[in-house]
């Protein structure tokens, strides 16, 4: 169930309906002003829309204050065990204080810091990690980990609420995949306010993106989860911000930049496949519209299946075909496929229109034609589950329940 609740965090609406935001953390020595800038900035051209940085000095307090000011997006101060690092951080005008009300030294400190916060209307994150659950809870934790999970949250927002500070966002993380989707689901029905979701020590930029994509994904196609964090084990903290806009655009519920489609190739293809795709990938990049963009290994079964595609690309014969939405535009040599695409792109990019040349269009309309008649008799992988549908179809409509089955009882 989506959060009833909405907080704002240095501008940045988090739950209550507004699109779920992506976060990272920075990777740097937060006391090492040039170098967090620094990866603040590129989190921030990738699309991070909040970026946290570990406080565990007094030093990260100084660089703080500074880098309130100058981040171009809301920065989060992640505090653990110091409540007086908590305080100093909303002191230097952190846009929103990460703590675990669990190992900050009691509710009285907690209580010091939601007065601070409050004073400064500072929203806060309160989170529980698996592992470091209140040891009440640890007996249950062996029995029934989620149970214990969702009680450890719920108990420190019951904490909150006494102290009638309600301007925070929670998180439940865990290592554990299934864990953190049956926690997070347990979780949303039981407290309004906003969720904020990770899995914990995720891996590898490989590993650690199917897991977050599995973990999150579940969620968020429920329309669990406000704001979102890949944790993965890499310098590059903008490569977790890539993976997180990946994971909302597969669902579609956030757009940016283009997004890439390509078949899976087959002993059908005609050019270098991984090369072209991930030259296009790196090209991309570098463009704001949601335009879809398709790569067909080959030209044997027509542009059909990318008709949706605002543009594409395929290839036969050392020619190749430049088309948009189920259309050629035009036919070059294969070896300017990609420029001869970007050149099409760029001129939307301009003009925000496609742009056809009758002429162009016509000749690779007739190049396409020659391939498909050529190429007329093979079962490649989209005709044959076009065939299949169409097989389905036919029993569907064969069969004798077929009539009853929209039938209201
Ligand atoms: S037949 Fe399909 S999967 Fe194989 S290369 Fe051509 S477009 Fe790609």
Redesign the pocket.
């Known amino acids: 169930m989506a959060s009833e609740r909405q907080i704002d965090v240095g501008g940045v609406p988090i739950g209550g309906g507004a699109p779920v935001a992506v976060q990272t953390m920075t990777k740097t020595e937060t006391a090492n002003l040039q170098a967090t800038m620094d990866q603040i900035r590129t989190v921030a051209d990738a699309g991070a829309d909040i970026v946290r940085v570990a406080v565990p000095r007094d030093k990260d307090v100084e660089a703080l204050k500074t880098i309130v000011k100058e981040s171009p997006i809301p920065v989060i101060a992640d505090i653990h065990f110091n409540h007086t690092l908590a305080l100093k951080a909303i002191e230097a005008g952190a846009h929103c204080v990460r703590l675990n009300p669990g190992n900050i030294g009691g509710p009285e400190k907690v209580a010091e810091v939601a007065a601070l916060a409050t004073k400064h209307g500072t929203p806060m994150r309160i989170g529980v990690n698996s592992g470091s659950l209140p040891k009440h809870l640890h007996a249950l934790e062996r029995e029934n980990p989620v149970e214990a999970l969702v009680g450890a949250a719920v108990e420190f927002v019951e904490l909150m609420e006494r102290l009638r500070f309600e301007n925070f966002k929670v998180s439940i993380k865990s290592t554990n995949v299934p864990n953190t989707i049956a926690s997070n689901r347990l979780l949303s029905e039981r407290i309004p306010y906003p969720l904020h979701l990770g899995i914990t020590e995720a891996g590898t930029k490989w590993s650690g993106s199917l897991k977050s994509s599995v973990g999150l994904g579940a969620l968020l196609a429920d329309g669990i989860g406000d704001t979102i964090r890949i944790s993965l084990s890499t310098f590059h903290a903008e490569e977790e911000v890539k993976v997180g806009w990946e994971i909302l655009k597969a669902l579609h519920l956030r757009e940016r930049g283009p997004v890439l489609i390509a078949?899976?190739?087959?002993?059908?293809?005609?050019f270098d496949?991984d090369t072209v795709v991930a030259e296009i990938e790196r090209r991309l990049e570098a463009y704001e519209d949601p335009v879809e963009v398709a790569v067909?290994?080959?030209?044997?079964?027509g542009i059909g299946?990318a008709s949706h595609a605002d543009f594409g690309i395929?290839g036969a014969k050392n020619e190749g075909l430049v088309f948009s939405r189920g259309k050629p535009l035009r036919k070059v040599p294969q070896d300017e496929l990609v420029d001869v695409l970007f050149e099409e792109i760029d001129k939307y990019a301009t003009s925000k229109r496609i742009q056809v040349d009758a002429e162009s269009a016509n000749e690779g309309a007739r190049w396409l034609a020659q391939i498909e008649a050529e190429n007329a008799g093979?079962l490649?992988?989209?005709r044959i589950a076009a065939m299949e549908k169409a097989a389905s179809q036919l029993d569907e409509d064969a069969s004798p329940t077929a009539s009853r089955r929209f039938t209201r009882a």
């Open positions: 078949c899976p190739t087959c002993g059908r293809l005609q496949m067909l290994g080959c030209a044997v079964n299946e395929t093979e490649t992988p989209e």
